[in-house]
């Protein structure tokens, strides 16, 4: 799809349909606090998967968390470093963290990296209060028919927080050069990772985030793929639309587009212009939303698809001393 000048300037000027709840700010800060009190418990142990190599030490982290939760997250480490910098990456939907040779890419940059699996999809992760194994999908409503702080993105949010705080406790690790990678699902939760822990990233990749202005997903109808939960839970128990306020009010709890604004460090974002599976004006409505440094790659030809060229510019975005400068850089380049 190529953009002509008047769809590009109605992208440039996308913002969520949903408005920010008045008490977000509030609400996180809360659910923050519930993460933070939750005694930390982990291990880290050499992974039985995969054959140890002499470079890289690949390693399984489990650790608790809300509610009796079980998270899983692989762990890799160059061998022979000290005072790296850490990837936190978050994978896409449903899905989990890819294989352990993907994974070592960061480590040949001279990065450790961590690889959440998000509980009840494809991994090994599963939430205490649940199935243990993979609920496959909706996972975009679960928990709505509650309060918000139910909500399941809620809770996995408040588990990253978690994740956070153990990589505080890691030996080795360059607290002053965390960084995020996350595209799709990943996307979503690497914004919001960033918002709920300023103080600990320094910089985000971001490619074509989901969970990104559910009200305007609804209404283009897209709502399908990805976002299918929101078609099934409309149809099935609000078929006249009463209720549509109330759900999209909630939702906006964990919309993209209003962590967006809370985001400080640098962001390199990333989308493909063919994207049918998350809405080209969703993910605009994010980066317009950002306050922090930022650059925008565009991709047209692109769907909702693997972009080499995009990863390419993530070694020279995570290397570089100043993120700023590098994207100043970017811009005139």
């Not at 960033?194 to 985000?204: D, G, H, K, S």
Request: hydrophobic share 40%.
């Amino acid at each position: 799809m190529s953009l002509s000048k008047l769809d590009y300037r109605e992208l440039r000027a996308a913002r969520a349909l949903t408005p920010m709840p008045a008490d977000f700010s509030e609400f996180w800060e809360a659910r923050m606090a519930e993460a933070d009190a939750v005694p930390l418990s982990w291990r880290l142990e050499p992974s039985d998967e995969v054959a140890q190599a002499k470079t890289c030490a690949f390693c399984d982290l489990w650790f608790d968390g809300m509610k009796g939760a079980k998270l899983y997250a692989k762990f890799l480490y160059p061998h022979g470093e000290k005072n790296v910098p850490l990837v936190l990456q978050f994978h896409g939907y449903p899905g989990a963290s890819r294989s352990w040779f993907e994974q070592a890419s960061f480590v040949g940059a001279g990065c450790a990296l961590l690889a959440l699996d998000n509980p009840g999809q494809g991994g090994r992760s599963y939430d205490g209060d649940g199935y243990a194994g993979t609920t496959v999908a909706g996972h975009l409503v679960a928990g709505l028919d509650g309060p918000a702080k139910d909500l399941y993105y809620v809770r996995l949010y408040q588990n990253v927080r978690i994740l956070c705080r153990i990589v505080c406790a890691m030996d080795g690790i360059d607290l002053k050069r965390v960084f995020v990678n996350g595209q799709s699902q990943g996307g979503g939760m690497g914004i919001a990772c960033c918002a709920l822990n300023q103080e600990l990233v320094n910089r985000a990749a971001i490619l074509f985030p989901f969970l990104s202005d559910f009200r305007a997903v609804w209404e283009l109808g897209a709502d399908k793929q990805a976002y299918e939960g929101i078609r099934y839970y409309t149809h099935w128990f609000d078929p006249r639309g009463e209720r549509v306020d109330e759900i999209f009010g909630k939702l906006a709890y964990v919309d993209s587009a209003n962590f967006a604004r809370f985001v400080r460090c640098p962001v390199l974002f990333g989308s493909g212009l063919d994207d049918e599976v998350c809405p080209l004006p969703t993910q605009f409505a994010v980066y317009n939303a950002l306050e922090c440094p930022k650059r925008h790659l565009l991709f047209e030809g692109y769907g909702h698809e693997e972009i080499q060229a995009f990863d390419d510019r993530i070694i020279g975005f995570f290397d570089a001393q100043d993120a700023r400068s590098w994207l100043a850089e970017e811009a005139r380049s």
